[in-house]
């Protein structure tokens, strides 16, 4: 059986460009994502009146970048958090423009995860395209995600999520995984800024 | 599977079938993600309730039928129509301007008005498209009174309509070409529910009449068949004019549109509409053509707002200031109504599940 964002027809699109400092620009990827079960997750809170009373909670207005994608189960709808987000600001680099909010992401009906970091898309970024299409334009600049390491190793970053805000309406608000991507090993340096365009279409 | 519509006449299940989602809801979802968080910072009542989120789900069902039922069955008129609307038979119902009266001339091949079969007429729905964003479209009258087409005043807007109450008929009539005495003939065009049970014109008359579907052809009025449950949705006012059946916070099904959910939702992803139709819903819906069409609407916020209705849009029957959207619909092969025998009516309960997981 099709479930409503199969049916509905849900689909997303994840472009990464890199911009160096002069100017040069250079398409990394170009590919479609996958919307995870987290999306139908958050709107059944919505359509059952059993979630948060606010329009906002169910708008996707944050992100998180990993370390460790693809997930060992491989990329499936099920997925409900990245393989190795990033853990703090700091990893998002505290000098960058980036505003980093942490927070329990729910995994499901009954789990969370404590203090997981999400950099936040501000609303100039959410951008409507057409009746049924959004566009979130995530910008990784110069200062952010720089010199990431896991066990004194350097580590590049290789997947992305969006997420949903508070569906479930938690005083403390758990943002939920809808949308999921990975990508070849980028090693972030301050000579580039990478911008993400991610386009859902509903 | 898209979905699933269940349709149950009294305690049988008559229907069960996928539905379509249409492209108004992957607009909802796009307007969800774009209101703007700066309205929250607002104070102002009204801009504050745009953020409600009641405001983003399903809010309405309605019902509809072919385009060519919109222009016969009881949609329609003729000399003879005219004539016996106009006859000693019917002065009582002109001079009580009742417009509850489904009158048509026998609609069976063999002109047999008092068969208790009486089939709609011309009741296919158009080819299912997730673009369109109304059950049917060309869903005018044809008809005119006093030499005006009713479409003029009320253009068709899809779907079977609510005009037959007597408040409503006059509300709605008045201040327009149709007020007065053309009132009740244009609502008995219009259609399509009857009175709620508490509604009955006995007085100054005292015949006790009620409302009917009555088949009749040359030799007079012939099969009449009175209301007894009375319609649900305009008993319990939960349908407004344009047709639309509001949502309930109960669990009643009479009562309107009912959202429910079990303990498991968020792991099933199951939420299930429901409605009743009466059996003189049912009755009335017949003779209006029948029900080919099934369709659940959100408020289409940006809409409302633009015709200066203020959230939060509270549904009104005569004047509702919801604007609405198509979510998803549902079109069928047989008429929900259709029955061997006319008397035999039972309530119908429409349940539409929707799997989000």
């Given at each position: 059986m099709k479930?409503?964002?199969?049916?509905?027809?849900?689909?997303?699109?994840?472009?990464?460009?890199?911009?160096?400092?002069?100017?040069?620009?250079?398409?990394?990827?170009?590919?479609?994502?996958?919307?995870?079960?987290?999306?139908?997750?958050?709107?059944?809170?919505?359509?059952?009146?059993?979630?948060?009373?606010?329009?906002?909670?169910?708008?996707?207005?944050?992100?998180?970048?990993?370390?460790?994608?693809?997930?060992?189960?491989?990329?499936?709808?099920?997925?409900?958090?990245?393989?190795?987000?990033?853990?703090?600001?700091?990893?998002?680099?505290?000098?960058?423009?980036?505003?980093?909010?942490?927070?329990?992401?729910?995994?499901?009906?009954?789990?969370?995860?404590?203090?997981?970091?999400?950099?936040?898309?501000?609303?100039?970024?959410?951008?409507?395209?057409?009746?049924?299409?959004?566009?979130?334009?995530?910008?990784?600049?110069?200062?952010?995600?720089?010199?990431?390491?896991?066990?004194?190793?350097?580590?590049?970053?290789?997947?992305?999520?969006?997420?949903?805000?508070?569906?479930?309406?938690?005083?403390?608000?758990?943002?939920?995984?809808?949308?999921?991507?990975?990508?070849?090993?980028?090693?972030?340096?301050?000579?580039?800024?990478?911008?993400?365009?991610w386009t859902l279409n509903f | 599977m898209r979905g699933e519509v269940e349709v149950w006449s009294g305690d049988d299940l008559i229907l069960k079938e996928a539905n379509m989602l249409t492209d108004g809801a992957g607009e909802l979802l796009a307007d969800i993600m774009t209101v703007s968080p700066s309205l929250a910072t607002i104070s102002d009542p009204a801009t504050q309730a745009i953020l409600d989120a009641s405001n983003y789900t399903i809010q309405a069902i309605s019902f509809g039928t072919g385009s060519d039922a919109f222009r016969s069955n009881a949609h329609a008129k003729d000399d003879k129509w005219n004539e016996r609307y106009s006859s000693s038979y019917w002065l009582n119902i002109i001079n009580r301007d009742i417009g509850n009266i489904s009158l048509l001339r026998s609609n069976r091949p063999d002109k047999n008005k008092n068969e208790v079969n009486q089939p709609a007429d011309g009741g296919f729905p158009s080819t299912p498209d997730p673009i369109k964003t109304v059950l049917e479209e060309s869903t005018d009258l044809s008809s005119q009174i006093i030499n005006l087409d009713i479409s003029s005043v009320f253009p068709g807007n899809g779907q079977l309509t609510n005009f037959l109450p007597d408040a409503i008929m006059s509300s709605v009539m008045s201040g327009t070409d149709f007020s007065g005495a053309g009132a009740f003939k244009v609502?008995?065009?219009?259609?399509?529910?009857?009175?709620?049970?508490?509604?009955?014109?006995?007085?100054?008359?005292?015949?006790?009449?009620?409302?009917?579907?009555?088949?009749?052809?040359?030799?007079?009025?012939?099969?009449?068949?009175?209301?007894?449950?009375?319609?649900?949705?305009?008993?319990?006012?939960?349908?407004?004019?344009?047709?639309?059946v509001t949502t309930t916070p109960t669990t009643n099904t009479k009562l309107g549109l009912t959202t429910s959910s079990n303990s498991n939702f968020a792991t099933n992803g199951i939420v299930e509409y429901a409605v009743k139709l009466s059996k003189d819903d049912a009755l009335f819906a017949h003779a209006y053509g029948g029900?080919?069409?099934?369709?659940?609407?959100?408020?289409?916020?940006?809409?409302?707002?633009?015709?200066?209705?203020?959230?939060?849009f509270s549904f009104s029957v005569l004047n509702n200031p919801r604007k609405y959207r198509l979510f998803c619909r549902k079109g069928l092969s047989k008429d929900l109504t259709f029955i061997n025998d006319i008397n035999e009516y039972e309530d119908i309960t429409i349940k539409w599940r929707i799997h989000f997981l």
């Open positions: 479930n409503f964002t199969e049916d509905l027809g849900i689909t997303g699109h994840l472009e990464i460009i890199k911009k160096m400092s002069s100017g040069e620009e250079e398409v990394l990827l170009d590919d479609p994502n996958i919307i995870v079960s987290g999306m139908g997750f958050g709107l059944s809170y919505l359509f059952t009146a059993n979630g948060s009373d606010s329009i906002l909670d169910y708008q996707i207005e944050r992100f998180q970048i990993g370390l460790s994608g693809p997930p060992a189960g491989g990329v499936v709808s099920g997925i409900n958090q990245l393989s190795g987000a990033l853990s703090s600001a700091a990893e998002y680099g505290l000098g960058s423009n980036l505003f980093v909010d942490v927070r329990d992401l729910r995994t499901n009906s009954t789990t969370t995860v404590n203090n997981q970091a999400f950099a936040l898309i501000p609303a100039s970024k959410i951008t409507r395209l057409g009746e049924s299409s959004v566009r979130y334009t995530l910008v990784i600049d110069e200062e952010a995600c720089n010199g990431l390491t896991r066990q004194g190793s350097s580590k590049a970053i290789n997947e992305a999520g969006l997420f949903m805000k508070n569906p479930t309406g938690a005083t403390n608000p758990e943002p939920v995984l809808v949308a999921y991507r990975t990508f070849s090993d980028i090693i972030k340096t301050n000579d580039f800024s990478l911008l993400f365009r | 609502a008995s065009l219009l259609g399509c529910f009857p009175e709620g049970s508490s509604v009955l014109y006995d007085i100054p008359f005292n015949d006790g009449d009620k409302n009917k579907v009555v088949y009749f052809d040359n030799d007079g009025a012939g099969l009449e068949v009175e209301i007894t449950t009375g319609s649900y949705f305009n008993q319990f006012s939960s349908m407004d004019v344009s047709g639309f029900i080919y069409h099934l369709g659940m609407w959100t408020i289409n916020m940006g809409e409302s707002l633009r015709n200066r209705n203020t959230p939060p």
